[in-house]
């Protein structure tokens, strides 16, 4: 069993939709992260929180929009997406930045139409 | 040329049989070395940490090769649950960035 936690699994939403993705971990982790996968692709890292300050933006569309209420919780906005944003969405957790052990969520897979 | 490199598979293996592949890397700043497996429509998960002197774990074996910039991993007596992607990472100490190889498919077959 993953000690990350994402919700909802599946998420089907409109381009006009606003919706979030959430993720949970409770090993006391300082850095948390954003990846998005395609199919056949390795994750893509969209971004990194480290002391719940968001450390590394990787040139990410403004419809996407990270929040970090506290160490053990991060959410992920998501508003006016396109069909091409269609993906895998995974939070990781490590120890703190810098290192590359990551615990990956289960996902959570978005389907824009 | 990628920066991480992995030859995509897929390597059909049959059971019980030993399989090796290798992640080459560019950059010789890189300083810490991962693998990871990824099962189908799953999240990448941790299999190990490559140190300078290899390191082994159970029937898995991974080995550094700094002076010809590549990691490999071995695995003995292979099991059908052996089957998925297993992806490289690498990472370098100067700034922060985790750079994932695109993944060598392995099935292993009855």
């Known amino acids: 069993d993953t000690e990350v936690t994402q919700t909802p699994k599946h998420l089907v939403m409109g381009m006009t939709n606003k919706k979030s993705l959430k993720c949970e971990q409770h090993?006391?982790?300082?850095?948390m992260y954003w990846y998005k996968q395609k199919a056949k692709k390795p994750p893509e890292l969209m971004f990194v929180?480290?002391?719940?300050?968001?450390?590394i933006n990787e040139s990410v569309p403004s419809r996407f929009s990270p929040e970090c209420p506290n160490s053990s919780l991060l959410n992920l906005h998501l508003h006016a997406l396109q069909p091409e944003d269609s993906a895998l969405y995974l939070c990781?957790?490590?120890?703190?930045?810098?290192?590359?052990?990551?615990?990956f969520g289960e996902g959570s897979r978005l389907t824009v139409l | 040329r990628k920066e991480v490199e992995q030859d995509p598979g897929p390597f059909n293996v049959p059971e019980g049989a030993t399989v090796a592949f290798n992640c080459t890397y560019s950059?010789?700043?890189?300083?810490?070395f991962f693998w990871y497996r990824q099962d189908c429509r799953k999240e990448p998960k941790l299999l190990m940490s490559?140190?300078?002197?290899?390191n082994e774990d159970g029937r898995f074996t991974a080995q550094l090769n700094r002076a010809s910039q590549y990691i490999s991993l071995l695995i003995r007596d292979s099991k059908l649950s052996d089957s998925a992607t297993y992806l490289c990472?690498?990472?370098?100490?100067?700034?922060?960035?985790?750079?994932w190889g695109a993944g060598t498919k392995l099935i292993i077959k009855p």
């Open positions: 950059n010789s700043a890189s300083q810490s």
């Open positions: 990781a957790s490590s120890q703190e930045v810098r290192t590359g052990e990551l615990f």
């Open positions: 990472v690498v990472t370098m100490d100067s700034n922060y960035q985790l750079i």
């Open positions: 090993m006391g982790h300082r850095a």
């Open positions: 490559v140190y300078s002197s290899g």
């Open positions: 929180y480290s002391y719940e300050k968001l450390s």
